[in-house]
């Protein structure tokens, strides 16, 4: 099978396996403190020598949230210093640093029900925020939850973070290029199992909505909205935002439900329908937490 092409984006996460063995040495040695500190020059030295990711997201502070030119840079440093604190904590949580952070949940009740009513169910989340510490502070929740990645993380990094962390607490589905992964989709969704996923990003060639975001006209994935009606599972966006004092709050909105009629016509004006209500959400999100979007390609056409 051909491999995998995505829509102005490399697939895969910033830092090298070095960054990623410091960051642990650090957090072991010295505390999550000084890890913090020294990621104000991590941070500095990604937005002068990453000029892409840079560009990107000065592109959506200073056209799409219009803030001033001086702002925007600031708002640049500040967007790939949370970044990094949010990759710091993932692996401190992985570690099993718990006690060091605390979260508050919003709307929980939306996943609990879909567990406890046996309904299925897709939380489809973003690059914003962090899926990945959330998913190991949901203990609360009595129910396997399986996370659906592309598979082109860096595997030296995700090899010597298991070695590190250990065994995660939610299960993952890998994109693969021979198509495995859509047989484990449906075994999740026909036995009404929850399965989180991204809609703000999609491979060349696959079928998206086009929604106002921002302001101005953007592509987003079809995929989740489409396997949410074709199952009969009801869909939620979800994540997890960081706030100060290493404290995160996990949002979970409205559980809403796509009609999957037999007509393809009716059945794309549903979608089209019923995923502006996650694009909204997302929007929402943002705006509140406007420097944990980790867009670094170019969103807009």
Do not use: C
Request: aromatic share 16%; proline share 2%.
């Amino acid at each position: 099978m051909k491999k995998q092409k995505f829509h102005n984006w490399e697939g895969k996460t910033k830092g090298s396996l070095f960054g990623h063995k410091f960051f642990v040495f650090t957090i072991k040695i010295w505390g999550l403190g000084t890890a913090y500190f020294v990621l104000l020059f991590v941070s500095l030295w990604f937005v002068i020598f990453s000029r892409k990711g840079a560009k990107a997201q000065f592109y959506f502070f200073r056209k799409r949230l219009r803030y001033s030119f001086f702002m925007s840079i600031i708002s640049v440093f500040r967007n790939h210093y949370v970044f990094g604190q949010i990759l710091i904590d993932k692996i401190a949580i992985l570690s099993g640093l718990h006690e060091k952070f605390t979260v508050k949940h919003t709307n929980s009740q939306v996943i609990e029900l879909m567990i406890k009513n046996k309904t299925g169910g897709i939380l489809i989340n973003a690059h914003a925020g962090s899926w990945e510490a959330a998913g190991q502070l949901l203990e609360r929740y009595k129910g396997e939850i399986y996370v659906l990645m592309l598979d082109n993380e860096h595997k030296k990094i995700k090899k010597y973070l298991s070695d590190v962390t250990g065994k995660q607490k939610i299960e993952i589905i890998t994109i693969k290029d021979d198509g495995t992964h859509i047989i484990k989709i449906k075994n999740v969704l026909e036995k009404k199992g929850i399965l989180a996923m991204h809609g703000d990003r999609f491979i060349d060639g696959a079928s998206t909505i086009e929604h106002e975001f921002f302001g101005k006209k953007a592509k987003f994935p079809s995929g989740p909205f489409h396997l949410a009606a074709k199952y009969g599972v009801p869909f939620s966006f979800a994540s997890a935002f960081r706030e100060p004092g290493k404290h995160y709050h996990f949002y979970a909105s409205k559980a809403v439900y796509i009609k999957y009629p037999n007509s393809i016509k009716k059945r794309k004006i549903e979608i089209q329908k019923k995923s502006k209500l996650y694009i909204n959400e997302l929007e929402k999100m943002i705006r509140k937490y406007p420097f944990q979007w980790f867009n670094y390609y170019k969103f807009w056409e």
